[in-house]
């Protein structure tokens, strides 16, 4: 999963990038307005935290030009506190929740797996893949009761196929929301990821779907 934080205090960005990453996201991150609508607008993001206040251009802008060029993505809107006019502003340009400031850092990330959550049409944060079930909440992997360790690539690997669990996922679409926007790419890479994870979750918890990608069975 990848996600896209637009806010310019530097430690706040730095703070919700920080804590996003350490829970298994891929995170890029943009200070203004131009380049948040920029990345939203040529990156793939599974949800964005959008900052209202903004400099060069404003979150709501923002927000309106993706939403007009179709873009889809959920999106958090961030406010400072009392301002409830931007709020409502953001939900009806096309936000799908809100976060007035200050915020613990606890909130904004349930926020974010709740919206992911949702935007695949899952009521629980627990993901069941046959004996493979992935816990959002706590990150945790376990394959028939058994806890497994996977590295960060393995797990967002593992994340989206699970999400999208019933679907034909491809190595393209795989790499896109892997690795955050500075990282070099290699979509060869996926196929090593996919195969140390056969070997942690069983050989058939992955299948390949020839010419097309990969496929996990939501009940296998
Ligand atoms: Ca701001």
């Known amino acids: 999963m990848r996600v896209l934080v637009a806010e310019d205090e530097a430690a706040l960005r730095r703070q919700v990038v920080d804590a996003l990453a350490g829970d298994g996201y891929a995170v890029d991150d943009a200070a ?6 920029f990345l939203g607008a040529t990156e793939t993001y599974d949800a964005v935290v959008l900052d209202l206040g903004l400099p060069m251009r404003d979150g709501l802008s923002v927000l309106r030009a ?6 889809a993505t959920p999106i958090l809107i961030l406010s400072a506190r009392g301002a409830w006019h931007e709020r409502v502003e953001g939900i009806d340009a096309g936000a799908d929740d809100y976060l007035p400031k200050p915020f613990r850092i606890e909130e904004l990330l349930a926020r974010v797996r709740a919206l992911i959550r949702r935007s695949s049409g899952r009521a629980t944060p627990e993901m069941r893949c046959g004996p493979v079930v992935l816990d959002t909440r706590s990150g945790r992997v376990t394959v028939g009761g058994a806890p497994v360790t996977l590295t960060a690539h393995e797990y967002r690997v593992l994340a989206y196929l699970m999400h999208h669990s019933g ?10 929301h892997v690795y955050a926007q500075d990282l070099d790419r290699d979509s060869n890479t996926i196929e090593v990821f ?6 942690k979750l069983g050989a058939g918890s992955i299948a390949t779907v020839r010419g097309l990608g990969y496929r996990m069975e939501p009940r296998a």
């Open 66 to 71: 993706w939403r007009a060029a179709g873009i």
């Open 194 to 199: 996919v195969a140390r994870l056969r070997k």
């Open 32 to 37: 203004d307005g131009d380049r948040a609508e």
């Open 167 to 176: 679907r034909v996922v491809s190595r393209g679409e795989l790499t896109e």
